[in-house]
């Protein structure tokens, strides 16, 4: 009985909740009581948007030296730059791993800056896409110099790179560029990049390039490398039996001298080490030999034997 009351109880409240609403909808309070409950579960979101926004601002990215690396020899935008994607890295990555170790122009900067971007501008997606090897851009801009001298007469922003440098270093190899630019001279340098053996690289690329010495895979590059340095030291010896003063210039042939000599040093040392290795190899090889004739013969005693 108790229940049935409570039950009737509950559903007399149920018609007059109902009743209510009804006239709440006739003279438009429940009208506005919705649009109130509207603004105040609709309109509180973006009221905290904009306070959070007010809280955390969003961080503005500083550029360092190596993005003012990336726009200075690359000319590129460093937002469109963190925007775009290049496999698993953003462009902007990519490009500070080759720029990293860029050196400045100290001299025909303008020359220099317009033929590095000549040669970006030419090898653009490859080095989008990391198939340009990072030391064949850092030597080549790290050398710019060297690699357009004498091109003073094409005027103004007409200096480039020739293409057959790119074709030597697809012809050997950057493995083989790498080896050749260590045995030129010894890595002093932090950070791993052989500065001055990049140099003096360059300085006999360039002279290939001009001269028409060619190189294949089949043969150590070490060997043009050579002939490239003893021929740029006989034209120092050269010069200099022409000098009868001790002034800068012929100082600076004495620089070049030592220069050559010291790689040539490097290159006969490295040629010693070589031969060296050869015969030792040609040595364990011709034990082997004796080893497994040997073995090959005791075999042959048992097999009678038996």
């Not at 559903?11 to 009208?31: A, H, R, T, V």
Request: proline share 2%; aromatic share 10%; glycine share 4%.
């Amino acid at each position: 009985m108790k229940d049935f009351w409570k039950n009737e109880w509950k559903l007399f409240l149920e018609d007059l909740n109902s009743i209510k609403n009804m006239f709440l909808k006739i003279f438009g309070g429940k009208k506005d009581y919705l649009m109130l409950d509207s603004a105040s579960t609709t309109e509180e979101v973006p009221q905290n948007d904009m306070l959070e926004e007010t809280i955390t601002p969003t961080v503005q990215y500083e550029p360092d030296a190596i993005d003012h690396k990336v726009t200075a020899y690359f000319g590129e935008n460093l937002d469109e730059l963190r925007q775009n994607v290049a496999g698993e890295k953003t462009q902007h990555q990519v490009l500070r791993e080759y720029a990293q170790f860029f050196k400045p122009y100290n001299e025909s900067q303008e020359m220099c800056n317009s033929a590095f971007r000549k040669y970006y501008d030419r090898h653009a997606l490859k080095i989008a896409t990391e198939e340009l090897p990072i030391a064949q851009a850092r030597i080549i801009q790290n050398n710019v110099d060297l690699f357009i001298k004498g091109q003073e007469v094409f005027g103004e922003n007409g200096q480039f790179i020739d293409s057959r440098v790119d074709s030597i270093f697809e012809k050997v190899g950057i493995k083989e560029v790498e080896k050749a630019v260590n045995i030129l001279h010894d890595n002093a340098e932090e950070g791993g990049v052989n500065t001055q053996g990049e140099r003096l690289m360059a300085e006999v690329l360039t002279y290939m390039v001009d001269n028409g010495i060619k190189v294949d895979k089949t043969t150590d590059l070490m060997q043009p490398v050579k002939l490239v340095l003893e021929e740029k030291l006989n034209d120092v010896h050269t010069d200099l039996r022409n000098h009868d003063d001790w002034n800068d210039e012929y100082q600076a042939l004495l620089s070049q001298e030592r220069k050559y000599l010291y790689a040539l040093n490097r290159i006969e040392q490295y040629e010693t080490e070589q031969r060296i290795s050869e015969f030792e190899q040609k040595i364990s090889d011709e034990e082997k030999q004796v080893q497994e004739a040997s073995i090959n013969s005791a075999e042959e005693v048992v097999e009678q034997t038996v």
